[in-house]
């Protein structure tokens, strides 16, 4: 089942503030990761073409300890250890905005040219000499809510979700 409702969400030890939370019970991939004492959660995203991974301490802490914890091989660590079963989850509605400059990580990367006016050639593209880039960005949103894959109704009256893990975010 999946629901909203306005509830609690702890931004930090003394404070809370009433956001839109969802409520979705289903099978996803948890690994409960006791060594250091979060839960890591997969849910699978457009049509199971892709997935995102939350991952949750067990008590309210900086996020300092955790990000330091995330690295390609620990994630790739938590994903193998995970199991398919029923998971009771909450999760804000969110909507994120994120845009970056890439001009300067052109540079890094030894991509000078394309961006230098008088050293560019895109002829190619336009037929014309003065083309350039002028400036190189990058930018992405998403949004986090009730709408994407279905739930597998095939398992609503079955044993398969049955005492559901709790992840409430």
């Given amino acids: 089942h999946k629901m909203v409702d306005n509830r609690g969400f702890l931004v930090h030890r003394?404070?809370?503030v009433s956001v839109p939370m969802m409520h979705r019970t289903g099978i996803y991939g948890l690994f409960d990761d006791t060594t250091n004492n979060l839960l890591v959660l997969d849910m699978?995203?457009?049509h199971k073409m892709s997935s995102v991974v939350f991952i949750m301490p067990y008590?309210?802490?900086?996020?300092?300890r955790v990000e330091k914890l995330l690295t390609r091989q620990q994630l790739n660590t938590w994903i193998s250890k995970m199991e398919q079963r029923a998971v009771a989850v909450s999760l804000p509605k969110v909507s994120v905005e994120v845009s970056h400059n890439l001009q300067k990580h052109l540079a890094e990367l030894g991509l000078t040219e394309a961006v230098d006016k008088a050293k560019a050639d895109l002829s190619n593209i336009s037929g014309k000499k003065d083309l350039y880039l002028s400036n190189v960005f990058h930018a992405s949103a998403m949004e986090w809510d009730t709408e994407g894959n279905p739930p597998d109704t095939s398992i609503f009256g079955t044993d398969k979700l049955k005492n559901p893990k709790l992840f409430y975010a």
């Fill in 14 to 16: 003394s404070y809370t």
């Fill in 44 to 46: 699978a995203l457009a």
């Fill in 59 to 64: 008590h309210v802490e900086s996020l300092e």
